[in-house]
């Protein structure tokens, strides 16, 4: 039987591309953000391009005590969530969007960073 409510998954692999940083929102909760890099290569004629896609993730505090997951630049990372939109005003009196992923899985491909 077909429901209604609809769907709001997404699947992604691809490396870290900015340093991890804790953010505590307006509720007290506490996530990991950084931006993950996906590449793909795309026909364009007789040629192949490479594409970067860039994605805000974020991760709750208790997917980051689980495993004492410890993230780092260039790390690759199979991520799945949702897709949450949020929104501000600017200096210009302009409302914004943000369109960031709130992962509910993560699994690291690639050892830790080395922190040399």
């Known amino acids: ?3 209604n409510t609809g769907i709001n998954k997404i699947i992604l692999l691809g490396q870290i591309y900015q340093e991890p940083q804790l953010d505590t ?3 007290k ?3 990991l953000c950084f931006t993950l890099v996906t590449n793909e290569v795309i026909k364009k004629g007789h ?3 490479e594409h970067k896609e860039y994605h805000n993730i974020k991760i709750p505090e208790k997917l980051i005590t689980q ?3 410890y993230l780092g630049l260039g790390q690759t990372l199979y991520i799945e969530g949702k897709i949450q939109t949020t929104s501000f005003i ?3 009196h302009i409302k914004r969007y943000n369109l960031e992923i709130l992962a509910n899985k993560i699994d690291v491909l690639s050892p830790e960073p080395s922190t040399a």
């Open 25 to 27: 929102v307006a509720d």
């Open 90 to 92: 600017d200096d210009k």
């Open 29 to 31: 909760q506490k996530f």
């Open 67 to 69: 495993d004492t997951l």
């Open 47 to 49: 040629d192949n391009v």
């Open 1 to 3: 039987m077909l429901s």
